[in-house]
């Protein structure tokens, strides 16, 4: 059995290392806790270590576990694949979404998180709206089935999400082909940093690169990752 503090505190650990190794600074990396598959019980010990940032994949799961801890400061961030007709419940319970990967999902967010503060929710303690918080999902790899958009449509495709309402368009993210190579794992997310610095050049308030997991935290973080999702390496196991 894993103890929580002893796996956040390996974590943290190797956060900080592969920062310092790298040049970065580890205050500007955000350990996002993925914990699809765990208990609320499970988050509510993270989050009294001290995380703040939990990241959930599939809506009905994470809207259980959301209404058990509804009374902790949660920064919930969305992460799993998205159909159209799922797309009203994550407007109005995330705060982030990490895994839009399309235009036509961005525009069904932006509608519905308009409709639902327009309905009075969604303001912080000073009554000011928030709005959903966006990355742009990158298909890097350009793997037959799986979600994102190519990386030859990346800047366009973000370009048109940073006009819609409601929506902070903050950057990308990257799911790479599982590589356990770290110069393999270097390269591919050296693509996605020079994606997401051309990115910047039009809109230079993006700051948000979301990348690496538990098998590639490191080779993700040499690459300028600013949040790092984290799962199996924090929680242990998932069961199928
Ligand atoms: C499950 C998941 C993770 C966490 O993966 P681990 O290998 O368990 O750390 C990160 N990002 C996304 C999008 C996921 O679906």
Redo the contacts with the bound molecule.
């Keep these: 059995m894993h103890r929580i503090e002893d796996t956040l505190t390996q974590v943290q650990n190797q956060i900080n290392s592969a920062a310092k190794a790298h040049n970065k600074n580890s205050n500007d990396i955000t350990l996002l806790a993925?914990s699809?598959k765990h208990t609320a019980e499970k988050i509510r010990e993270v989050y009294t270590l001290g995380l703040r940032h939990f990241?959930e994949?599939y809506i009905q799961e994470a809207q259980e576990k959301q209404a058990e801890l509804a009374a902790l400061e949660i920064t919930w961030h969305f992460?799993?694949p998205i159909q159209s007709n799922k797309t009203r419940a994550i407007a109005e319970h995330f705060d982030w979404v990490h895994s839009v990967d399309r235009l036509k999902i961005a525009k069904r967010l932006s509608e519905q998180r308009n409709a639902y503060i327009a309905a009075n929710h969604s303001v912080d303690k000073k009554g000011e709206i928030k709005p959903l918080n966006i990355c742009l999902q990158v298909n890097i790899d350009e793997q037959e089935s799986k979600s994102g958009v190519m990386p030859s449509d990346a800047v366009e495709t973000a370009l048109s999400i940073a006009k819609l309402p409601m929506l902070a368009l903050r950057g990308l993210m990257f799911?790479p082909a599982p590589s356990s190579d770290y110069a393999q794992q270097r390269a591919t997310f050296s693509r996605a940093q020079a994606l997401y610095k051309e990115l910047q050049q039009h809109c230079p308030d993006m700051d948000t690169l979301s990348m690496g997991?538990?098998?590639d935290l490191e080779a993700a973080i040499a690459e300028g990752a600013t949040i790092v999702?984290?799962?199996?390496?924090l929680f242990g196991a998932r069961e199928a």
């Design positions: 993925v699809k990241g994949n992460i799993g799911i997991m538990s098998g999702r984290i799962g199996t390496a």
